[in-house]
């Protein structure tokens, strides 16, 4: 392995870290606030509230 490869892999290790520590510090946050699931609006998410989705 070069130099550029153990590079690679070590950015890329502590990349994986890192997602796995914000996974767990969301899923903290989340049970911290009793299981609520964030709420969001159709205009937030860049879509529009047509009233078409009552069953969502």
Same mark, same amino acid.
């Given at each position: 392995?070069?130099?550029?490869? =153990? +590079? !690679?892999? &070590? /950015?890329? &290790?502590?990349? #994986?870290? =890192? /997602? &796995? %520590? /914000?996974? =767990?510090?969301?899923?903290?946050? +989340? $049970? $911290? =606030? @009793? @299981? +609520?699931?964030? +709420?969001?609006? !159709?205009? &937030? #998410? @860049?879509?529009?509230?047509? @009233? %078409? !989705?009552?069953?969502?």
């Amino acid at each position: 392995m070069n130099r550029n490869d =153990a +590079v !690679f892999y &070590e /950015q890329y &290790e502590a990349h #994986l870290k =890192a /997602q &796995e %520590e /914000q996974r =767990a510090a969301a899923s903290a946050s +989340v $049970a $911290a =606030a @009793g @299981g +609520v699931s964030p +709420v969001f609006t !159709f205009s &937030e #998410l @860049g879509m529009d509230d047509s @009233g %078409e !989705f009552h069953n969502f």
